[in-house]
């Protein structure tokens, strides 16, 4: 590559060390290659300054565009997370379609292609990330750029038949095919994809993985997610703070950790785990879930009724069946810091990545990293997590089950050391080798490809 790379997100951090799985994942790949990372400051901005400006500086350098207070309610809140959110976790009953929300979103991304427009060089390389800037490349198409361009979509791609609820539709196919190299987390999505484009323009994926549509050729990639494995091994190993955690001896840890969405399946978590409680026998271990689950989008309806359900499960579980020593469920609305993570993640029995819908999903792969391989814990991962198609050697569950959810509980809480050991084992030699610089060389290479050509 003779260019620069220049990734572009909604999200871009200010800290030195960033946390959050994106963020983390993005970060870890520009320390390794340079180049320059391009995202919005955050919140509205009353006055919002014009254009890029930078941030910060090192291995790679940072730079940011404000939003105005509109720009964030209609693109931010509106379009992007009230509208394609649900619709690409399969919950298009939940999407909230206002007058101006698509007119915001569409205004953002083409204020952003005039700004990257002015900033490129003729050989730079643009890498675009997820559901916000989806019409970007075509806005920078239409202001005559011929750099390659990529982009990964981090969450689920949408079910063909659900796509008809969007009101740009008719648009939806036409950003994507704007891109050279449009990068999915799971072979599963790619087929959603090519199965959307024979629809509706009656044209197959190639043998070559290319589609061929309204005069160019992009592919869809697979292209799962990974994380820096033995840098997070040695966090684990490094952390205290799974040693601060106050539990009698007999009591076995279960750890969740997710944001808090309607798209992880917190209250069927819940439910299931207060299925195992329920049914728990006195030879069966007493188990306490940790659920870390800090706030997002709180100003999205759907997200506060969720966080009612969710306070409403956990109170009546506890009150149920909880004693004067013992707390079934442990709730902490808030962030924890990264390097704790690793340490509660070592600590932890089990670890219950339960989502009804996500695109990879790190925390499993994380709880696997952190793991210690002599005494591993057991990873339960629902069918619906896309790195369900990367790590069969967790217990799969349906997350919607919760007689099966407490089961695979039970059946993880008894394993024996030698399973425990032999399912790690396999789990940890696909994290540690599909990571994220395996993740950014696999999809760079096809970026770069000589077959990314535009056709006629």
Request: charge should be negative.
């Amino acid at each position: 590559m003779t260019g620069r790379l220049i990734m572009v997100s909604n999200r871009i951090p200010t800290e030195a060390e960033p946390s959050g799985g994106l963020v983390v994942a993005l970060h870890d790949c520009l320390t390794a290659n340079g180049g320059i990372w391009i995202g919005s400051s955050g919140d509205a901005k009353a006055n919002p300054k014009d254009g890029l400006y930078q941030i910060a500086s090192g291995a790679y350098d940072r730079y940011a565009f404000d939003l105005s207070e509109a720009e964030f309610h209609n693109y931010y809140l509106g379009y992007a997370n009230s509208v394609l959110w649900p619709l690409f976790h399969r919950r298009a009953d939940l999407m909230d379609v206002q007058p101006g929300y698509a007119e915001g979103y569409l205004e953002v991304n083409l204020r952003l292609a005039k700004m990257l427009a002015e900033f490129l060089r003729p050989e730079d390389v643009l890498w675009i990330h997820d559901y916000h800037f989806l019409p970007l490349a075509k806005c920078l198409r239409e202001l005559g750029v011929e750099n390659r361009i990529g982009f990964f979509l981090h969450i689920p791609f949408p079910v063909a038949s659900d796509v008809p609820a969007l009101p740009e539709a008719d648009d939806f196919t036409g950003w994507i095919a704007s891109y050279d190299v449009f990068g999915l987390q799971t072979q599963a999505d790619v087929k959603r994809c090519a199965i959307l484009f024979e629809q509706r323009f009656g044209v197959p994926l190639g043998s070559d993985g290319m589609i061929a549509v309204q005069g160019r050729r992009f592919m869809p990639l697979a292209c799962p997610i990974g994380i820096d494995a033995t840098g997070f091994r040695a966090a684990a190993e490094a952390s205290e703070a799974g040693a601060r955690i106050s539990m009698a001896p007999d009591q076995k840890l279960v750890l969740g950790v997710d944001r808090l969405d309607y798209s992880k399946g917190l209250v069927q978590r819940f439910e299931g785990f207060g299925t195992y409680v329920q049914d728990r026998r006195e030879v069966d271990p007493k188990a306490t879930l940790l659920q870390i689950a800090p706030p997002s989008r709180e100003n999205v309806e759907a997200y506060q009724d969720m966080r009612e359900a969710l306070d409403l499960t956990a109170g009546s579980i506890n009150g149920e069946y909880g004693e004067i020593d013992w707390t079934p469920i442990r709730y902490i609305r808030r962030q924890v810091p990264r390097d704790d993570l690793a340490g509660l993640y070592r600590r932890a029995a089990v670890s219950l990545v339960t989502p009804l819908a996500d695109g990879m999903n790190l925390v499993a792969k994380e709880f696997v990293a952190a793991q210690d391989p002599e005494d591993p814990g057991v990873l339960i991962l629902s069918h619906f997590a896309g790195a369900a198609e990367q790590m069969g050697e967790a217990l799969i569950v349906n997350p919607y089950d919760a007689r099966e959810m407490a089961q695979a509980l039970l059946r993880a809480l008894t394993m024996p050391l030698d399973e425990r050991k032999a399912r790690h084992a396999k789990l940890w030699e696909n994290v540690r080798t599909e990571d994220i610089v395996w993740w950014t060389d696999r999809f760079l290479a096809s970026l770069m490809s000589e077959g990314m050509a535009k056709v006629a």
